[in-house]
């Protein structure tokens, strides 16, 4: 198993700033994942970071809003940018595991104000 | 990906097995059958996963039947602190990464 840490666990932001997530995973891995769960729903993904590359994002996300960075193998941020009450959710950091199963930190429960 | 379908709710007593089924019509070959554990402010836990048959560990046990457009959770004697989302994905195993796709899940309530 993974263990995953995330920070910071919570925020309240000011609309028009931006927020960067941290996820620290203790184990060295090659993708790692990015989700967005809004309130009383189910988890998307925002995009798929492999060290050394561009991230991927998936339909409805782009990296002028959520640009991610992942300088090693044990690390990514992912920042919240130029932020909307629209993006209060709850994100998300994932990695995988040898059977594929997956392994995700607490999550950063962001409110913008 | 298969799209899956499951109850949006369901709601069950101390003690009960639960079974929460899961519908996905459109599994591939080499598709695998996951399911998912959420608590109120945490993320998804891994439970279990199958091809076919069954599978049981220590937390649950998963069932498949021969066509595999289906599948049932199954929870022996659930307490109160079962009550969660659980959700069924159904995922490719290629031996490369894996995109996990969540559907809306199914929120069980354990009741006293």
């Known amino acids: 198993s993974a263990v995953i840490s995330q920070k910071p666990s919570r925020d309240i932001c000011q609309r028009g700033t931006s927020l960067t997530i941290q996820c620290q995973v203790d184990?060295?891995?090659?993708?790692m994942f990015w989700y967005r769960q809004q309130p009383g729903q189910s988890l998307t993904l925002i995009a798929t970071?492999?060290?050394?590359?561009?991230?991927?994002?998936e339909s409805g996300f782009v990296i002028d809003k959520f640009p991610i960075s992942r300088p090693n193998l044990t690390f990514s941020t992912l920042t919240v940018s130029n932020m909307s009450p629209e993006d209060s959710s709850i994100y998300l950091c994932?990695?995988?595991?040898?059977?594929?199963?997956?392994?995700f930190g607490q999550g950063t429960r962001l409110t913008v104000v | 990906l298969a799209k899956t379908t499951q109850p949006i709710s369901m709601d069950s007593y101390e003690g009960q097995e639960v079974n929460i089924t899961c519908s996905h019509n459109?599994?591939?070959?080499?598709?695998?059958i996951t399911w998912y554990q959420q608590f109120p402010s945490q993320g998804p836990r891994f439970i279990i996963q199958?091809?076919?048959t069954k599978v049981t560990n220590e937390v649950a046990s998963l069932f498949i039947p021969a066509d595999r457009k289906s599948s049932t959770l199954s929870l022996p004697r659930v307490s109160l602190s079962d009550t969660a989302v659980y959700y069924c994905?159904?995922?490719?195993?290629?031996?490369?990464?894996?995109?996990?796709?969540f559907g809306a899940g199914t929120r069980l309530a354990v009741h006293p």
């Open positions: 994905l159904v995922v490719l195993l290629s031996g490369g990464y894996n995109k996990l796709i």
């Open positions: 199958g091809y076919k």
């Open positions: 994932s990695v995988q595991g040898a059977r594929g199963e997956a392994f």
């Open positions: 970071a492999n060290q050394g590359s561009e991230a991927t994002y």
């Open positions: 184990s060295q891995v090659t993708m």
């Open positions: 459109n599994i591939a070959t080499n598709d695998y």
